[in-house]
């Protein structure tokens, strides 16, 4: 009885945490916002984004989990994910998608079609993650993640 | 003579042991691989486990493998990996039509394989164009017909320039693994002439992890532009880097190897390529790139002198120029979008890029360019996302996408009009399980959706409205539209409508990484929720393994006929351009 009782209490705290992020002046960033220029040939970040580099955001999207369970991070997209069975690859991600990094590891942040709010410090840049090759060009560092 | 008697014995023995000779020594190409006289593959002997040097024997028709191609194979005793030894020995050829027995030894165990080597007549094409409706199966090939020529008391006003082509035949296109391919080993099957494996592109798959060391059969671009200097040009509405396009110039085990992908579309040397994909060109400090390094292949391939364009407009004007001869056009970062959305909807990824050419203006500048060369071309077409609709389920953004393909291959009719000397062949890769069940009359009155549906006679005829210029209906929301349903689904709520407000998305990633209806389309009146037949792993429909269609036309055609693999593809193309004829060798 104890432990789910912990649980429950651990994300009613991360909830709470993510509110006080937000609470605490974290600005809003939507995808739409995150651009101000996207070309064939590479996109550039809008000034609004590139403001806000390495300051707190909040973020909504859809979560999907980690493509591998080596991964320690989420993707967090403008729509609900659905890849391709046979080339999950990178390639087959939405163009701007935000890549998560939680502040501590858990396996509770999937939402399916219900979308969720994510705070967390933004990265802007290219990054390859270490343990999975996979390249990001937006992120969110030091994430907490609650129910929208 | 003796070799093949002693080896033919210890197949026996081994047998008799209760060994499997077929499991315990693999040999690249496999057994009855059919092998075009004169062109290149990689030849590889995978022992079961590690093995003596001098143990490992491989002849052919009795010689020793170095007495037989004077080349001497490289011994790997064990390979990365894997704990096995292997012989390999790339770029072989076999000049002289035959059968070949190719047997290799471990010094207990035995196994043989018979190779076909064939040679071709003289070139009777001077260009090829292989049309590829990815996933296209008769479904959509049915819809599209009665979409864009309509039909009354059961007879077509017109019908598909698919159709209209002196030659058809049934393919199949099994694989190497399985009965079920993708789209890499399928168009693997037509560009090369070897079968292959799931996800793997101009190679055998083989067993170690390395995905780029496989052993590596020629592609047809490779070989045209090798024997016969030939230009060679890819489209495709996808990314360019995707299974398909790539499958002209690609070896790799795994088809998401984009970032080589690029690499080897660069050094073949392809005169024309054009699609999505864009993102994989750029280095990886540029925002929105998708590479892993800092190679600026834009850049790379302005400097070999090709003309690179991102829009309709910078494509015709770039076409216009008759100095132009190599062109690349990436018109979106990604998959483009389909013509249901660019010309109708705008949605998708219209509104962020709105000026993707169609399908059809990417053929005929695609064959403007190519006529330029002295050589003749080869041109591969691909209307790619037939098959990237097919999988969510969106069969009328797919049967809209089938249209662009028929319209495509009007225009490379046309081209070839006032000429014999072009065969074109239209096909698919593989089948999607849809089927087209009879019509939804919204005018039944019932709350339920399923009491709408029209079968046998109570389907009638649809009542779109007549196709526009272009060949499209102008409106799918009608109210007796068609009924076509996908036999392999993952959970998903069932509209009984067309998705015009973005392409359909069935499921979304749930706990646990299944999958679970996406409840977006749980508010539609009338949608039901279906209880997929997949594994919950399982986001979108899948692939199919019936039979798909092959129509042809122009030189060459006339071995388009009956039941043929999908090898046999790639083997009337290369007759037809005679590459495999003593003079081409």
């Not at chain 1, 069975?85 to 999937?110: E, H, K, L």
């Not at chain 2, 190679?203 to 200097?229: C, G, H, I, Q």
Request: charged share 20%.
């Amino acid at each position: 009885m104890i432990r789910p009782l912990r649980a429950a209490a651990g994300v009613l705290a991360a909830g709470l945490l993510a509110l006080a992020a937000a609470a605490g002046g974290a600005e809003r960033l939507r995808f739409a916002d995150l651009y101000q220029a996207s070309g064939v040939l590479g996109v550039k970040f809008s000034d609004l984004a590139a403001g806000l580099d390495g300051k707190p955001v909040v973020m909504r999207g859809f979560l999907a989990p980690p493509l591998k369970a080596e991964a320690a991070f989420f993707v967090l997209s403008q729509k609900p994910v659905s890849v391709c069975p046979f080339c999950q690859s990178d390639a087959d991600w939405p163009m701007d998608i935000v890549v998560v990094y939680p502040g501590s590891r858990t396996d509770a942040y999937r939402s399916g079609s219900t979308p969720v709010e994510v705070s967390g410090v933004l990265q802007l840049g290219a990054k390859l993650d270490a343990a999975t090759g996979f390249l990001s060009q937006i992120r969110l560092v030091d994430a907490t993640v609650r129910p929208e | 003579m003796h070799s093949t008697i002693l080896a033919l014995a210890l197949t026996f023995a081994a047998l008799a042991l209760g060994v499997t000779p077929a499991d315990a020594i693999t040999i690249y190409p496999i057994d009855r691989a059919q092998i075009l006289a004169g062109s290149r593959f990689d030849l590889k002997i995978e022992f079961d486990g590690v093995v003596g040097a001098a143990d490992a024997k491989v002849t052919i028709d009795g010689a020793d493998l170095s007495t037989a191609l004077g080349r001497t194979a490289t011994f790997v005793e064990r390979e990365n990996g894997v704990a096995a030894s292997a012989l390999i020995l790339r770029d072989v050829t076999l000049a002289k039509p035959g059968r070949y027995a190719v047997v290799a030894s471990d010094g207990k165990i035995v196994r043989s394989v018979s190779w076909e080597v064939y040679a071709t007549g003289s070139r009777r094409a001077r260009n090829v164009i292989l049309f590829i409706g990815d996933g296209m199966a008769a479904a959509h090939r049915t819809a599209a017909r009665i979409l864009t020529a309509g039909i009354t008391e059961g007879k077509y006003h017109g019908g598909l320039a698919m159709d209209a082509m002196t030659n058809m035949a049934l393919l199949g296109t099994a694989g190497v693994d399985s009965i079920i391919t993708d789209s890499a080993n399928s168009a693997s099957a037509y560009t090369t002439g070897h079968k292959s494996s799931v996800n793997a592109l101009g190679v055998y798959a083989d067993r170690t992890p390395d995905t780029l060391d496989d052993p590596r059969v020629e592609t047809l671009t490779s070989l045209v532009k090798r024997a016969a200097n030939m230009a060679v040009g890819v489209v495709t509405n996808t990314e360019v880097e995707d299974a398909t396009p790539a499958a002209m110039v690609a070896h790799t085990r795994r088809r998401s190897d984009y970032d080589p992908i690029v690499g080897m579309f660069h050094d073949s040397g392809v005169d024309v390529l054009m699609g999505g994909g864009a993102a994989h060109f750029l280095p990886k400090s540029a925002p929105g790139s998708r590479r892993k390094d800092d190679v600026d292949y834009v850049a790379k391939f302005r400097a070999a002198g090709y003309s690179i364009v991102t829009t309709d407009r910078e494509l015709k004007s770039a076409t216009a120029d008759p100095a132009t001869r190599k062109l690349l056009g990436l018109f979106h970062p990604s998959n483009m979008d389909g013509v249901l959305d660019r010309k109708f909807l705008k949605q998708g990824t219209v509104t962020s890029f709105p000026e993707q050419p169609d399908l059809v203006d990417m053929v005929k500048t695609a064959l403007a360019v190519l006529s330029r060369h002295d050589n003749g071309f080869v041109l591969m077409v691909e209307s790619g996302l037939i098959d990237k609709y097919s999988h969510p389920l969106d069969w009328e953004r797919a049967v809209m996408d089938t249209i662009m393909l028929d319209r495509a291959v009007a225009a490379a009719k046309e081209f070839v009009a006032t000429r014999n000397d072009t065969l074109i062949l239209v096909t698919a890769d593989h089948t999607h399980g849809l089927s087209l069940a009879g019509t939804v009359d919204d005018a039944v009155k019932s709350p339920e959706m399923r009491d709408k549906v029209g079968v046998y006679e109570k389907a009638g005829f649809p009542n779109y409205p007549p196709a526009n210029d272009e060949g499209y209906p102008p409106r799918l929301d009608v109210s007796r539209r068609l009924a076509i349903f996908f036999s392999v689904f993952p959970d998903y709520y069932e509209t009984f409508r067309p998705k015009l407000d973005g392409p359909f998305v069935p499921a979304v990633v749930g706990p646990d990484k299944s999958y679970i209806a996406n409840d977006k389309y749980k508010d539609t009146p009338g949608a039901v929720l279906r209880v997929g037949n997949l594994p919950r792993s399982a986001p979108q429909g899948v692939h199919s393994g019936e039979d798909v269609v092959l129509t042809a036309t122009g030189p060459g055609a006339d071995r388009v006929r009956g039941f043929l693999d999908n090898t046999e593809v790639f083997r009337i193309i290369v007759d037809a351009l005679g590459l495999g004829a003593p003079a081409a060798q």
